[in-house]
């Protein structure tokens, strides 16, 4: 049997130059609180749209509302305090890291709520429930451990617990009271090299439990690593076997090409990054429908989504458009024929 | 205009500086927004672009800057204002930096061309307005570039890099004949690849071959020690570092380095502005391990995301700070250092 294969959209969508002024007056006053609402909720929509328009109906909320994959969620967390601008990996990309200086616990927040919009702004686009799957991405506790300027918990382990357990599933059990049914976890720090050996094992030990607290509420879990080679974790793998696991294929010097990583790690659900967010070079349609074509035939599998493989903050929006819209044409092209 | 003999050149000890941009005065940033509309012709513009500098220079000369720079007044961006200026480079649409900041990142889509002088005139009207002995040029770093570019079009990043470093090279070359004595090459994206650190150092050689003026370099939010092993191996005179924005955090690093150290003590990400005592404390603490005669102050990175008044007064703040040990040090004989072009200082 052969697996199914669906695109998709993973995490941020660029902040296009209209957004990025609505954001602009928001801050410096010049907009009210509603007025900024009702500008979110019409790019949101112009997103849904497009995604509805090239066949993509697996998606996140572009998270427009987010400066990158920490915050806002940081500033809804006691014992954090929002610190300096640090690099985001190798990028030329910077977010405000989290200082903790005390217990971890998540406090009141929106995200839920901002969640239940999403859903109603795409259920006006697409239709029904069933005819879409609306993701909520969050930072996986190892990466948030690892961007964590530690000044409170005596161990590095007790830090990545909590970051499971007092922040990430309670939020997610808010999440599934408002509909959530997927949420998308973003691990680069899994497979990034600086990342120690023990924490990355610690790293996907929590992984697991994430995972298997979040079945116990009905929730899906996507699992997304990028700007890493997923071989490095690859006897680990099992611990994530429930959830749909996220291949960067635009890794340098990547030992084994995404199909023989899905078939060595026992892989069922995969989450193809086909589509590079780093570039503006636009992917060959001959070549993103083979690699579909060749992980989907792997004795095994059987789910294969195919989208972006980071983030999609580091491209402009006119070339992120550009390439949705091919991956979206490649992608019905393969289930029609 | 004031013309200065290399070896004439002295600096007060710690000598205080600038990375290099400064906050676009108000005016400035309505005039750009009014010629961008077809309101003011380009003649206009160059005008309001030299007040500006001349503004912002005495901004820096009031606070007491040793060693100024004329604020960037004419880029809106490190990487799009050279790849403006290059053949082969084309724009696609602005990409974010952090929070709501973007810039608009250059692809290169065919081979690179250097069309001739970049930042010369920036220099020259600089020297003509500027009272002081030495001032600042800086200027982006080919590893930078090719980094925060897409490449559509060279075989690897590598051979990106090396082609724009024999452009960069050739630009600081034409600086150092207009009689520019200090030239900072900028390199914040130079940690952020450690497996490219060792090709990467090359290209910044490569772009530095051959110049016999004083090189700095500047390397921000990165991963210090990553950079550490290659030291020695950079032809520089200075490493300019950032140090204010992760509390000082990190100073062992600088353990064995045998350049000058541009040792930034403002943080250019905070509104909040640091006290004399602080900079003070903070130099000391910098002084056990770098020898305050290889030691030039500055803020973190360039200012201009600050607001003005607030970049004023943090240079304000800075130059006090710097004072206060120059006079500890002035109690032990050591009040001025020279202007070194040697890549060494020990």
């Excluded at chain 1, 090239?54 to 987010?66: C, E, Q, S």
């Excluded at chain 2, 602005?94 to 005139?121: C, E, I, Q, S, T």
């Excluded at chain 2, 452009?167 to 914040?188: F, H, R, S, T, W």
């Excluded at chain 2, 130099?283 to 201009?304: A, H, Q, S, T």
Aim: one cysteine or more.
């Amino acid at each position: 049997m052969v697996a199914s294969i669906r695109a998709c959209m993973n995490g941020s969508y660029p902040r296009g130059a209209g957004l990025a002024r609505l954001y602009s007056r928001y801050l410096s006053g010049k907009l009210s609180e509603d007025r900024f609402e009702e500008g979110i909720r019409e790019y949101m929509k112009k997103l849904f749209n497009l995604l509805s328009d090239v066949g993509i109906n697996v998606f996140t909320d572009g998270m427009l509302r987010w400066d990158d994959i920490y915050n806002p969620l940081i500033r809804f967390v006691d014992g954090v305090e929002v610190d300096g601008l640090v690099r985001f990996y190798d990028n030329n990309f910077f977010f405000r890291a989290p200082k903790v200086r005390g217990e971890l616990s998540i406090k009141e927040n929106p995200i839920p709520k901002w969640f239940s919009e999403a859903l109603s702004v795409a259920e006006d686009v697409f239709g029904s429930r069933d005819s879409f799957m609306l993701k909520q991405p969050l930072p996986g506790p190892l990466t948030l451990a690892e961007a964590s300027i530690n000044e409170y918990y005596r161990s590095y382990w007790s830090l990545l617990t909590d970051w499971r357990s007092k922040v990430l599933e309670p939020l997610i059990k808010e999440l599934g009271k408002v509909g959530a049914k997927v949420v998308e976890i973003h691990e680069p720090s899994l497979v990034w090299g600086g990342t120690k050996k023990t924490r990355v094992v610690a790293g996907v030990k929590e992984l697991g439990k994430l995972i298997k607290y979040c079945k116990s509420l009905g929730i899906d879990v996507w699992v997304i690593t990028y700007f890493g080679y997923l071989g490095r974790v690859g006897k680990y793998l099992s611990e994530l076997s429930e959830a749909v696991v996220g291949i960067d294929c635009f890794v340098k010097g990547a030992k084994k090409t995404p199909q023989r990583l899905v078939r060595d790690y026992g892989i069922k659900r995969v989450m193809l990054g086909a589509v590079d967010s780093r570039n503006t070079l636009m992917e060959k349609p001959k070549e993103l429908s083979k690699l579909a074509k060749a992980v989907a035939r792997v004795s095994g599998v059987e789910e294969v989504y195919v989208g972006n493989n980071a983030p999609m903050d580091f491209i402009p929006e006119v070339v992120a458009a550009r390439k949705l819209r091919r991956l979206g044409r490649v992608i019905s092209g393969l289930s029609k024929g | 205009m004031i013309t200065v003999v290399w070896k004439e050149v002295e600096l007060p000890v710690l000598p205080t500086t600038v990375i290099g941009s400064y906050p676009r005065p108000k005016w400035l940033r309505e005039f750009i927004k009014g010629f961008r509309a077809g309101r003011y012709k380009e003649k206009h513009l160059k005008e309001a672009f030299d007040d500006a500098v001349i503004t912002v220079v005495r901004d820096q000369e009031v606070a007491g800057v040793d060693i100024p720079s004329d604020g960037e007044m004419r880029r809106d961006e490190m990487v799009e204002y050279f790849a403006e200026r290059i053949e082969g480079f084309k724009f696609y649409g602005p990409v974010r930096v952090w929070g709501n900041h973007y810039f608009r990142k250059p692809a290169v889509v065919g081979p690179l061309r250097y069309r001739g002088p970049m930042v010369v005139d920036e220099y020259l009207f600089l020297r003509s307005v500027a009272k002081a002995k030495v001032v600042k040029v800086t200027i982006t770093g080919p590893y930078t570039i090719a980094d925060w570019s897409f490449n559509e079009y060279y075989r690897s990043k590598e051979e990106l890099a090396s082609e724009l470093a024999k452009i960069i090279n050739a630009e600081i070359k034409k600086l150092e004949e207009a009689g520019a004595l200090y030239v900072q090459v900028d390199e914040p994206a130079l940690t952020t690849h450690p497996d490219e650190m060792d090709w990467a150092v090359d290209v910044i050689n490569e772009a530095v071959k051959g110049v016999g003026i004083k090189v700095g370099l500047h390397v921000c939010y990165s991963n210090y020690r990553v950079l550490k092993p290659y030291f020695d191996r950079l032809k520089v005179s200075q490493l300019a570092l950032e140090f204010a924005n992760r509390g000082f955090r990190d100073l062992n690093i600088l353990k064995g380095l045998n350049k000058e150290l541009g040792f930034g003590v403002i943080d250019v990400h905070n509104r909040r502005v640091e006290s004399p005592e602080e900079v003070a404390r903070a130099i000391r603490k910098v002084m056990k391990i770098i020898d305050p005669k290889c030691l030039y102050i500055n803020p973190d990175c360039g200012l201009k995301l600050l607001p003005r008044e607030i970049a004023r007064e943090k240079l304000k703040s800075m130059v006090e700070g710097v004072k206060l040990v120059r006079k500890e040090l002035a109690r032990k004989g050591i009040e001025s250092i020279p202007l070194r072009k040697e890549v060494t200082c020990q």
